[in-house]
């Protein structure tokens, strides 16, 4: 009883309880949702791992999201960015048809990377330094992005045929599970020992709940504000290997089309609030993978792919009314009328 | 006996982990000025906000003219004739003055609010506090105190019949108080019921007639005001005995500064807020800035914080030259300042006591330092028992802490970082006589004891005297005199204040 309370209360409860529900709904329709099975070359194979595997680059996102939204910013060109990176990554690996890189694959990662944080660096500066407005500061490269991506693939989609890089996004021969699961959770514990062993956590919390405050406190705001958009930067260009390597090629038009949008409805079913503030990396996580399950149902159950948005539109509508400020206080209520508080002093107070 | 307006009967309060309040009743005669009295976190707000709906209550009864009457929000306890002005200032600080006085009962021709008649209003309300401000502007161009001054101008103006105040004065200079306390007895006159809730003893015996004392959220009783002594009030307060209490009044013997000089600041000033300031610091000393509001005193303190940076002037610490950019660079010298405003400059409200208090120590070790969490909970611990915090848990979200308290959880931070030079300003604002002294008496060992410098800024003169080894007086943003020793007393610096240029 104890526990439930506690678990009720905690802030991962509404979120894993929308994981929940979807996994459980699919687990009943779609058939062979939970088989899992070993292929001939040692991978593991089935529904469930589908979706871990690509929910991969949202989650990264998300991650970068999430501590942009808690210092009340946001950061709509994340897409943009995931588009940069693929760019970058491709030509410096370079479409030859014998497979042949032009330049070895982990310095072209390393370029798009560095291509990704140097947006970031981008939006930080705009965002902390020029107190641009988060929104106007990353549209900037929500809309410039893509055109500085086609510069770079001279308008043409990069096809590179130069076999492991395909590995990125599939599995590295040996391997029993996909390499973007890994690459996933390397990105989360990063950011769980950043959370552990540095007041990161902290100081983001405090300037999204009251600069002012934060800064007569010693906190160097202009810095946090700037950090947390150079690292939302890191965590899109890491995004943009990902998706590049998913389709094994370039697109600037499509690569990370959308995803922006994707990252802050995942924050915020994750139970960040778009206000900033308190946020909630455990829920980010499991909020991009609800996101994922939700698509792959609609997949599974034959919903085309026009009319996913809608249904899509749907289901977050409700999840975040479940989540909305109303409904927490009719289940606090709730839960005040039938879970009395202990009381010491009652016995006293009678007696006084 | 004039006819009872209210009647709370056994009101009940929970909130997780305490129970503010536990079978409180409490009687509001129509023209009576009753005043709610307690400690920090005794239930006072609680007990207000229960009555206009901003809580709903776990029992009890509200009778309004003996009609049995539950507001659910704060706009029906309006229409029921209850206006009141909150602890915590709830004003729209980008909307201007007069929008903020006249909201959600904007003056209207033709279906359009008439922006002309609404200014000219809003200026006369606050003309009768005495307040002269441009009420175009928007409301953070003004300090709390004016805000606070706007707050009360706009529940007068509604014509209700019970007014609540909760600590209204508590930014408020001796002058604003007397003004305030005119129109008062005035609505008095007119048979309005008033609530007051302040932590100046005189101000209620001055104006009040009748007091209830909160405990722990208990009633301890109702009582006529020239019926209950001080000393028994206080008593009843804390819940002490008689002579524990008159141990309060006791004064600390005052710290004897040093020679050595700790921070030396020449002719130092910041366009447009303020002109000419010289303070000089020694180990051990106790320094006031006394002046009325917006004299300089809370501007001098921001530019030796680094809040602002100087644009004139100099200032050297412990005899090095030194540039104050901004707040680290200040608490690199081992310089902490609690400023004025706790609202919105002092606590991070969704953060807990812990993460608040060990909040500037952790900015100033940088965020890869990470105060392990055991020495955090340390740290916070030692600080609840220093200054006896009354919270349910270290955990607790400061918001959700009374008034008072979130004062020392501020306090908390600082002394935290063990500064040399502690700038206090406004220090004891909101927080109840016990509390009081015991800071005052903190402010005066500290300096004994460790040799630290303590910059006092406050708007009571009294306890400035009470402190202080030196006080500097300022008016119009610039130094006008400096009293030592001997020479500090309230009158002393009345006339500073009012005196020609010297
Ligand atoms: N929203 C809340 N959630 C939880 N606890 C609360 C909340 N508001 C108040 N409390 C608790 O209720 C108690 C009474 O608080 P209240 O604000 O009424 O005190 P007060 O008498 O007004 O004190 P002060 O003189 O410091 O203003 C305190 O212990 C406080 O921590
Ligand atoms: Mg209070």
């Known amino acids: ?26 687990a009943v329709f779609v058939d062979g949702f939970l088989h899992i099975q070993l292929t001939e070359d040692g991978r593991l194979y089935g529904r469930l791992i589908d979706i871990l595997n690509r929910s991969s680059s949202l989650v990264i996102l998300s991650l970068g999201m999430t501590f942009v939204i808690a210092t009340s910013g946001i950061d709509i060109s994340v897409g943009a960015v995931v588009a940069i990176s693929a760019a970058v990554v491709c030509t410096f690996i370079g479409g030859r048809g014998d497979g042949i890189p032009e330049h070895p694959m982990v310095l072209a990662m390393l370029a798009a990377v560095g291509a990704g944080v140097v947006c970031g660096i981008w939006n930080g500066l705009l965002v902390a ?39 990125i996004s599939g599995t590295i021969p040996g391997n029993i599970l996909p390499t973007t699961i890994f690459i996933a959770a390397a990105m989360v514990l990063l950011v769980v020992f950043l959370m552990k062993k540095t007041s990161i956590g902290l100081f983001v919390q405090s300037v999204g709940i009251n600069p002012t405050a934060s800064r007569f406190s010693g906190i160097n705001v202009t810095l946090v504000i ?50 900033g503030g308190k946020f909630y990396i455990g829920g980010s996580v499991i909020g991009a993978i609800t996101i994922q399950t939700l698509t792959t149902t609609m997949y599974a159950l034959g919903v085309s792919a026009d009319q996913l948005p809608v249904v899509k539109a749907i289901a977050v509508i409700a999840i975040c009314l479940i989540q909305s400020k109303r409904c927490q206080e009719i289940f606090d209520k709730w839960k005040a009328r039938h879970m009395q508080p202990d009381n010491p002093e009652e016995k006293a107070v009678n007696k006084a | ?141 003004y300090p709390v105190a004016v805000q606070q001054m706007i707050a009360i101008a706009r529940a007068v103006d509604v014509s209700a019949r019970i007014l609540i105040l909760d600590e209204p004065t508590s930014s408020l200079d001796e002058q604003e108080t007397q003004k305030l306390f005119t129109i008062i007895r005035q609505l008095k006159k007119q048979g309005m019921g008033i609530i007051f809730i302040s932590h100046f003893l005189d101000q209620v015996y001055e104006l009040c007639d009748r007091i209830t004392v909160l405990r722990n959220g208990k009633l301890i009783g109702a009582y006529d005001v020239d019926k209950l002594p001080k000393f028994e009030l206080i008593a009843k307060m804390v819940g002490k005995s008689l002579s524990d209490v008159q141990d309060f009044e006791k004064r600390e013997e005052k710290s004897q500064p040093s020679e050595e000089m700790f921070l030396e600041a020449s002719h130092i000033g910041c366009t447009g807020s303020l002109v000419d300031m010289d303070v000089a610091i020694h180990k051990g000393e106790v320094i006031g800035f006394a002046g009325l509001l917006g004299s300089g005193r809370t501007e001098t303190a921001e530019l030796l914080f680094g809040i602002h940076e100087i644009t004139h002037g100099a200032i050297t610490v412990n005899g090095k030259k030194m540039h104050i950019k901004e707040p680290m660079a200040a608490m690199k010298q081992k310089i902490a300042f609690c400023p004025e405003d706790r609202k919105s400059s002092g606590i991070i409200e969704d953060l807990s006591v812990r993460e608040n208090i060990i909040l500037a120590m952790q900015a100033k070790d940088g965020m890869f330092r990470h105060i392990p969490y055991k020495e955090q909970v340390k740290i916070t611990d030692d600080c609840i028992k220093l200054l006896n915090i009354k919270v349910s848990s270290r955990e607790q979200l400061i918001r959700n802490l009374s008034g008072g308290n979130q004062q020392k959880v501020i306090i908390a931070r600082w002394l935290a970082t063990q500064p040399e030079l ?34 006092f800024i406050s708007s009571e003169m009294d306890e400035m005297v009470r402190t202080c080894t030196k006080l500097i007086v300022l008016r119009d943003r610039r130094k006008v005199a400096e009293l030592e020793n001997e020479d500090i007393s309230s009158e002393n610096v009345m006339r500073a204040i009012a005196g020609g240029e010297g």
């Open chain 2, 422 to 455: 502690l700038i206090l300003d406004e220090p004891t604002r909101g927080i109840d006589v016990g509390t009081k002294s015991e800071i005052q008496k903190m402010a005066i060992t500290l300096a004994k004891k460790r040799g630290m410098c303590v910059i």
């Open chain 2, 1 to 141: 006996m004039a006819n009872v307006l209210l009647e709370m009967r056994q009101i009940d309060k929970i909130f997780p982990g305490v129970r503010a309040l536990s079978k409180v009743d409490f009687t509001l005669r129509a023209g009576e000025i009753h005043s709610l009295m307690g400690e920090n976190g005794a239930g006072k707000s609680t007990l207000v906000k229960v009555l206009t709906g901003v809580y709903g209550r776990d029992g009890g009864t509200i009778l309004l003219d003996g009609k049995e009457t539950t507001p659910r929000t704060t706009k029906e306890a309006q229409e029921c004739g209850i206006s009141t002005v909150y602890q915590e200032v709830n004003l729209c600080s980008n909307l201007t003055v007069a929008e903020n006085i006249f909201i959600g009962r904007q003056p209207k021709k033709h279906g359009f609010i008439d922006w002309t008649t609404m200014n000219k209003r809003a200026a006369e309300l606050l003309q009768r506090l005495s307040v002269r401000i441009d009420v175009t502007k928007t409301l953070d161009h």
């Open chain 1, 129 to 167: 330094k020029f107190k641009i407005q988060a929104v106007v500061a990353t549209l900037i490269l929500m809309t410039a992005g893509r055109g500085i991506a086609q510069l770079m693939t001279e308008g043409q989609i990069i096809t590179v045929y130069y076999k492991p890089f395909s590995y």
């Open chain 1, 1 to 26: 009883m104890e526990k439930l309370k506690q678990f009720t209360s905690s802030s991962l409860f509404l979120p894993i309880v929308a994981l929940a529900v979807l996994l459980i709904f699919n």
């Open chain 1, 226 to 275: 700037f950090l947390v958009y150079a690292f939302s930067g890191l965590c899109a260009g890491v995004s943009g290997l990902i998706e590049s390597s998913l389709i094994r090629a370039a697109d600037a038009n499509n690569a990370g089309l959308n995803m922006e949008m994707d990252a802050i409805l995942a924050v915020a079913l994750g139970g960040t609030l778009l206000s």
